[in-house]
């Protein structure tokens, strides 16, 4: 940030010093001088929030990629198990689910 401002100050002075009988250029110098040092104190605060923010959007991605895929196995499994005739309460306690035909039928 001290660099930014330094080097608004140190072109801005001497260009305000070169164009003080001109008001158009003045403005324009001091309004930039305004715009430099402005813009860098946003982008010192706001820059690494951006980035920050994209790293943790793209790790909620994945998190959420490997729940469904997590979910995903789940499901093939409790299918797979409910194929090969294992009764409903083995699947239940083995996988954790209520029930697996999603009905709310219950066996012993």
Same mark, same amino acid.
């Given at each position: 940030i001290m660099? !930014? %401002? %330094?080097?608004a100050c140190f072109i801005g002075v001497p260009l305000l010093a070169l164009v003080?009988?001109?008001?158009a250029a003045n /403005? /324009?110098?001091r309004t930039g001088i %305004? /715009?430099? *040092?402005? *813009? !860098?104190m946003l982008c010192l605060m706001f820059v690494p929030k951006m980035f920050y923010l994209k790293q943790w959007r793209e790790n909620e991605r994945k998190k959420k990629r490997n729940r469904e895929e997590r979910e995903r196995k789940r499901k093939d499994a409790m299918a797979k198990a409910a194929e090969a005739? /294992?009764?409903? !309460?083995t699947i239940r306690k083995t996988f954790g689910v209520q029930s697996v035909l999603g009905d709310g039928s219950h066996d012993g």
């Open positions: 660099m !930014s %401002l %330094l080097q003080a009988d001109q008001p /403005f /324009f110098v %305004l /715009f430099v *040092t402005c *813009t !860098s005739g /294992f009764r409903e !309460s």
